[in-house]
C-alpha cells in the first residue's frame, strides 16, 4: 500500500514521501481504517519538522487524523464492524490504510460528510478543552490572536453556543473577512493604526479575563497588556515561530496567571467517560451545524509537497485533505 513517510526530520516539503509499504494486520483490540481523507495539521508539520513535543521512531508514518472505512477487525473488537464509516486520531494516518486502537475509533452519523468528519477530532477537541481549561465562562470577555486560525475560528464559533464575547485579532482585511461570515462580531485587525483603542471601545468597561494566545514573539505582550487584574494569558501555539514577549511588570502588578496548553496531554488525562462527553458534545454541534469546519483543498498523495506549501498559504481559512 501507499503511505507518506519521512526517514529524516526536516522541512516537510523536503523530506516527505510517498513510498509502498507492507499492509498493516490488526492486532486484537485494533481495527485497519481504509483511508477516504487525511488532514494536514500544523502539530504535524511541526512533528515532521522534528520540534514538536514529541519525536517518533523514524522512519515515519505521517499523519494523525483521517476518516475511513473499517476493513479488518482484531479479534476482540465487539461494537465495531467491517463496512462502519469512522474517524480516528492515531500515528500514521497518512496512508491507504491505517491501524487505529478501537477505543479511540469514533463512528460517524450519516449527517456529517467526509470533509468534515476527516477533520472532527483534534481542532475542536482543543478548542473546547481550551475554553474548559481556562474556565471561561457565560457572559465573560476573552480576546485570541491568530482568531483565522483552525482552533480560533472553533473558538469564535463556540462562543455562540455557549454565551461568552470574544475579542478576534487577525492580521489582515481578508482573514476579517472569514471571520465575520462565520458569525463574528468582534474582529480587530492589529495593522490598523490605533487598534487597541478599537479592543477597549468593543469591551467598554467589561474586564477581558482570558488571552489566548497562538502567535507568540511581541502578539504575547498585545495580548497580555489588554487583560484585566486577576486574568490568564494561556499560549498553545507559536506562529510567528519567535519566542513569547511578555513585561514582567503587567504580570506582577495585575496578578496575572500565564499558562500553557496541549490539548492532546489534557484529553489524554481525561478519564473514558469525560473523553466520550467531549466527543458526543463536539459530534451534535457539528450534525446541528453549530460548528463548521471547513476545507480549503484537497490534494492526492502524490501532490504531498504541493499539499504542505498550501498549508502554509496566507490567509488560508480551511483545512488541507489528502486524498489516496
Known amino acids: 500500500m501507499r503511505a507518506i513517510t519521512y526517514a529524516t526530520f526536516g522541512k516537510p516539503s523536503e523530506v516527505l514521501e510517498v513510498s509502498d509499504i507492507a499492509l498493516p494486520e490488526p492486532k486484537g483490540n485494533e481495527v485497519r481504517i481504509k483511508t477516504l481523507l487525511a488532514t494536514i495539521h500544523n502539530h504535524d508539520l511541526v512533528t515532521i519538522s522534528g520540534n514538536y513535543g514529541f519525536k517518533p521512531t523514524l522512519p515515519a508514518q505521517a499523519g494523525t487524523e483521517a476518516v475511513g472505512i473499517i476493513d479488518a477487525v482484531g479479534q476482540d473488537i465487539k461494537h465495531l464492524q467491517v463496512g462502519q464509516r469512522v474517524v480516528a486520531s492515531t500515528p500514521g494516518t ?69 454565551g461568552f464575547n470574544v475579542i478576534n485579532l487577525v492580521r489582515s482585511a481578508s482573514s476579517a473577512d472569514a471571520l465575520k461570515q462565520l458569525g463574528a462580531k468582534h474582529v ?48 498553545f501555539g507559536s506562529m510567528s515561530g519567535q519566542p513569547m514577549q511578555l513585561h514582567s511588570s503587567l504580570i506582577i502588578f495585575k496578578n496575572i496567571v500565564v499558562k500553557g496548553f496541549w490539548g492532546g496531554k489534557i484529553f489524554a488525562a481525561l478519564g473514558t467517560p469525560e473523553q466520550k462527553r467531549v466527543i458526543t458534545t463536539i459530534i451534535q454541534w457539528v450534525a446541528k451545524g453549530q460548528l463548521s469546519l471547513q476545507t480549503e483543498e484537497i490534494f492526492k498523495f502524490e501532490q504531498i509537497k504541493d499539499a504542505v506549501n498550501a498549508n502554509y498559504r496566507a490567509n488560508r481559512t480551511g483545512k488541507i485533505l489528502l486524498k489516496p
Open 94 to 162: 497518512w496512508a491507504e490504510y491505517f491501524i487505529a486502537p478501537a477505543a479511540i475509533v469514533v463512528p460517524i452519523p450519516d449527517a456529517i460528510d467526509d470533509a468534515t468528519a476527516a477533520q472532527l477530532l483534534a481542532m475542536p477537541m482543543s478548542a473546547l478543552l481550551l475554553l474548559e481549561f481556562a474556565n471561561v465562562q457565560s457572559g465573560q470577555w476573552i480576546i485570541q490572536n491568530g482568531a483565522n486560525g483552525a482552533v480560533g475560528r472553533l473558538v469564535e464559533q463556540i462562543s455562540h453556543i455557549q
Open 188 to 235: 480587530i485587525t492589529t495593522d490598523a493604526p490605533d487598534w487597541k483603542k478599537s479592543v477597549k471601545a468593543a469591551v467598554g468597561d467589561h474586564p477581558i479575563q482570558v488571552g489566548i494566545d497562538s502567535v507568540g514573539g511581541t502578539a504575547s505582550q498585545d495580548v497580555l497588556s489588554l487583560l484585566a487584574e486577576n486574568s490568564q494569558l494561556i499560549t
